[in-house]
């Protein structure tokens, strides 16, 4: 049975053990890639972030860019960038929850930090909080290293009703 570090099951993150701080996963990596290219079968996997690792708290994800993802000025355009976001959000909380479709973007604040050179686009998203009803987490995106983070997001997923996290 799970537990919050709260005193209430909405008041922080569901763990396995309020000591450790330990959260549980449901989906790994290759669970959440194989829900993603179902989910979305029209889009072109080449193109798609792709989840390159999955533990308690937190998800990695890398994506190939191409000329298709880069604005005037030869850098990663914005659209990309909350895309990588969003996409990580959403690969975090499924990682958490189990495979629910349903659970939708409430927000997405962006913070864009440098211009996003060239290159294979990498996100780390880190589990903030995780409720009955909606999950929050950071999400770092980089292409030179994570030491020159090109921008970094929090975002919301509702979580929809009769989900146990």
Not at 21 to 42: I, K, S, Y
Not at 142 to 153: F, I, L
Request: with cysteine; glycine share 10%.
């Amino acid at each position: 049975m799970l537990e919050t570090r709260g005193a209430d099951r909405d008041a922080g993150l569901m763990t396995d053990s309020p000591a450790t701080g330990e959260t549980t996963l449901r989906m790994d990596a290759a669970a959440l890639n194989a829900f993603l290219a179902r989910a979305f079968p029209e889009a072109d996997p080449a193109a798609m972030p792709r989840v390159t690792g999955a533990t308690p708290g937190r998800v990695a994800l890398v994506q190939a860019t191409a000329s298709r993802n880069l604005r005037p000025g030869g850098v990663i355009s914005g659209p990309t960038l909350m895309t990588m976001a969003d996409t990580a959000a959403y690969a975090l909380i499924l990682a958490h929850i189990g495979e629910v479709a349903m659970a939708v973007t409430t927000s997405l604040t962006i913070h864009f930090l440098r211009p996003c050179a060239p290159g294979d686009l990498h996100a780390e998203a880190t589990l903030l909080r995780l409720g009955r009803r909606i999950g929050t987490c950071d999400v770092l995106m980089w292409t030179e290293g994570p030491g020159r983070a090109a921008a970094k997001a929090t975002v919301a997923y509702a979580i929809p009703d009769g989900v146990s996290p």
